[in-house]
């Protein structure tokens, strides 16, 4: 949490509380307020919940911080803990108690790039990032067998942070069970899963509060291109990262977007990472339990016929994705 503290003229303690230490559809423990032109207002009271279509459209608008009154830091605390603990059991349950460093790894990534999304793209922030991939992908290079229940690591993402930590890890196990073992290129795919839909949230605001959903159509089409801009001169992050953000809405019979590139013209990781996309967005979109979203989601990526995959890719996908779930 943070200790960023304000005073008002009654000398009332305020603390600003970062996005990212909130879960959304969870009661909140105490009420949340916006600074608003000198004042703070009640944006949700105790027992309310943040949804999670609310908490991306925050993250959208770079409104990543909250107010909370300085005697509710105890409660807040308890309460991240809690769902912290709760979400890495809940994990665990589905991808085995082995891979709990993993597991334990992954929600710390997860609020680093909330962090990124609402706005945050210091050197230090972006650092943190590929610090924790690192960690991540080297523990699969030392323990290969940890990777098995990737799929399963892979919760139902509600908002673009889940589905973005989930594309990162859906992509570096598809690329693990390709062959691609070399921990450099590894990181690479996580990294561009992680930051494939960044251009999103560095969209000017007014999009999406123009309520004009055809301008915000034709500029999320741009999205590719804005995210590769956004971070090619940090340089921490690698052609290959980049390559990979703007190539993955590109289609394998050249239909895709931003350029309407083809087959042998598309980076081979930008193509598991284009699988990984699809599969989470259809499992985000089923009704039904884990297991049950992801054979969905097989399926549908079943009926490509060389369209939007590479078939050969996609087939060699399809039979990882199904280890992963067994």
């Not at 009271?45 to 105890?74: C, V």
């Not at 309460?79 to 709990?100: D, H, M, P």
């Not at 309407?260 to 990984?276: F, N, P, W």
Request: hydrophobic share 40%; proline share 3%; glycine share 6%.
């Amino acid at each position: 949490m943070s200790d960023d503290v304000l005073k008002t003229k009654n000398n009332y303690r305020w603390i600003s509380l970062h996005i990212s230490n909130i879960e959304p559809d969870i009661e909140l423990p105490a009420p949340i307020y916006f600074f608003i032109n000198g004042k703070f207002i009640e944006f949700k009271q105790k027992g309310d919940i943040l949804p999670s279509e609310k908490y991306e459209q925050l993250i959208l608008r770079k409104l990543p911080y909250f107010f909370i009154a300085a005697n509710s830091i105890d409660v807040f605390d308890q309460w991240i803990e809690k769902i912290r603990i709760n979400n890495l059991e809940s994990i665990a349950v589905n991808a085995g108690l082995e891979n709990k460093e993993l597991i334990t790894l992954k929600q710390v990534i997860k609020g680093h790039i909330a962090r990124v999304f609402s706005g945050d793209m210091s050197d230090k922030a972006i650092s943190s990032v590929t610090w924790e991939t690192r960690s991540f992908v080297k523990i699969i290079g030392e323990s290969p067998v940890a990777d098995v229940s990737f799929v399963k690591m892979s919760e139902s993402s509600r908002n673009i942070v889940e589905h973005s930590v989930n594309v990162a890890i859906l992509s570096v196990y598809l690329a693990h069970h390709l062959g691609y073992k070399q921990l450099k290129i590894l990181e690479s795919i996580f990294l561009g899963g992680l930051f494939h839909d960044i251009g999103k949230t560095t969209l000017d605001v007014q999009y999406y509060e123009e309520h004009n959903l055809d301008v915000l159509k034709q500029k999320l089409k741009e999205h590719p291109i804005i995210g590769r801009q956004a971070l090619q001169s940090n340089i921490q992050i690698g052609e290959e990262v980049l390559r990979i953000i703007e190539e993955h809405h590109e289609h394998n019979d050249g239909s895709g977007y931003p350029y309407e590139k083809r087959g042998a013209q598309l980076y081979d990781l930008s193509k598991l990472v284009s699988i990984a996309d699809a599969f989470d967005n259809y499992v985000k979109n089923c009704p039904g339990n884990l297991t049950e979203k992801s054979l969905f989601a097989i399926q549908q990526l079943e009926k490509d016929n060389g369209n939007i995959f590479d078939p050969q890719k996609l087939l060699k996908a399809i039979r990882a994705l199904r280890l992963g779930i067994k």
